[in-house]
């Protein structure tokens, strides 16, 4: 948790990090602290939904997509960072649990778009090690957007 003006409008916003259940992903909120209220939204039936509040109340809701390592051996990823520095927000999301530092590293503008993605080394050594034993594709493959 943290607070940061994202937009610049004279108001720190409040920034929550951490997973939603629903959509099993590392998950960034902000909201705006004179409009607490409600609920997120889940995915069409998903039990997590909390019933009976408004929902959508937030300023912004980032997804993190989950990694091919994690999409091998995990239920979802989370977020290991949350950090506020000058004009943008680092995150980091942790993508093996029994690997603290099996990590992608994004970095958001105001806008709250990623400005830059860095894959830490230990989640490199990972992905080596899986596909060099079949279980993964190719390094390469990734990088282009096919993981």
Known sequence: MDIWDVDADGIDDI???????????????????????????QPDGDKS??????????????????SCINLLFEKYNLVRLLLVKEDTIRIET????????CVIAYTLDRRLTPVDVEF???????H????????????SEMMRGRS
Do not use: W
Not at 15 to 41: E, H, I, Q
């Open 15 to 41: 920034l929550l990090a951490d997973v939603n259940n629903g959509y099993r992903s590392a998950t960034l909120v902000v909201l705006d602290p004179r409009r607490v209220a409600g609920t997120s939204s």
């Open 49 to 66: 939904q909390i019933q009976g509040l408004e929902r959508r109340k937030e300023k912004s809701v980032v997804l993190f997509s989950r």
């Open 94 to 101: 942790l993508e093996k649990r029994d690997d603290r530092d």
């Open 120 to 126: 830490s080394d230990r989640f490199m050594e990972v």
């Open 128 to 139: 080596r090690q899986l596909e060099l034993e079949g279980k993964l594709h190719p390094y």
